[in-house]
């Protein structure tokens, strides 16, 4: 699965399942930004077959509605949706 990596502070490993033309995607993404937190993220509509079967399926574990977007935190939480207050809560410095 093609994963991009946006440098910043490291707190832990951060993986956001996102979609490219997804309003809330990018609201997440740019929050991360302004946090400036190192995170992986992968757009899977941008995905190949294969790939997004891949990534879909790793959706499905943490968020079973497979809905965008889906943020996975150190394998052990999962944030849905756009959720400013739960983001900067879960990744408190």
């Not at 899977?44 to 943490?62: F, P």
Request: glycine share 8%; aromatic share 8%; with cysteine.
């Amino acid at each position: 699965m093609t994963v991009e990596h946006v440098e910043g502070e490291n707190l832990g490993s951060i993986m956001l399942y996102a979609l490219s033309t997804c309003g809330w995607c990018k609201k997440t993404k740019a929050l991360l930004g302004e946090m400036k937190v190192a995170y992986d993220y992968t757009d899977v509509d941008l995905l190949g077959k294969e790939e997004r079967r891949e990534a879909m399926e790793e959706v499905k574990k943490w968020n079973p509605a497979c809905s965008f977007p889906s943020m996975v935190i150190n394998g052990s939480q999962c944030i849905v949706g756009f959720n400013e207050a739960k983001i900067r809560e879960s990744l408190k410095k």
